[in-house]
């Protein structure tokens, strides 16, 4: 079994700055890739970032150059540092991690951001 915890959402004003993390935890696994998604209620949930094992990175072009997805192999961890935040990125935002024992999802953090 393969547990996430994430961490770093909150309540921010227009333009500041975010950073989240997902930590995975378990034995017997290897990852391939590390995402985050968000939803907003009545929406589908949306890809924002990705990186892959090798390190490739794809974004949702919504948040190209203010966002930016990055992990730390040695501790299974993913984060997502979010600049210039916009009131259109206010969501749960979920991680996901897809490993050779199966994909998980952590348990999702608000992000809100005021105007």
């Known amino acids: 079994q393969v547990q996430l915890v994430e961490s770093g959402g909150g309540l921010v004003q227009a333009g500041g700055s975010l950073r989240l993390s997902c930590a995975a935890s378990?034995?017997?696994?290897?990852?391939?890739?590390m995402a985050w998604y968000r939803q907003t209620p009545g929406k589908q949930r949306e890809l924002v970032a990705r990186?892959?094992?090798?390190?490739?990175?794809n974004y949702a072009d919504s948040v190209k150059g203010r966002f930016t997805i990055s992990r730390n192999g040695a501790k299974n961890t993913v984060y997502l540092q979010m600049n210039s935040l916009k009131p259109e990125d206010t969501a749960v935002y979920y991680c996901?991690?897809?490993?050779?024992?199966?994909?998980?999802w952590g348990q999702g953090t608000q992000v809100t951001v005021s105007s």
């Open positions: 378990g034995r017997g696994f290897s990852i391939n890739y």
């Open positions: 996901d991690i897809l490993t050779t024992r199966g994909d998980y």
């Open positions: 990186i892959t094992s090798g390190g490739s990175t």
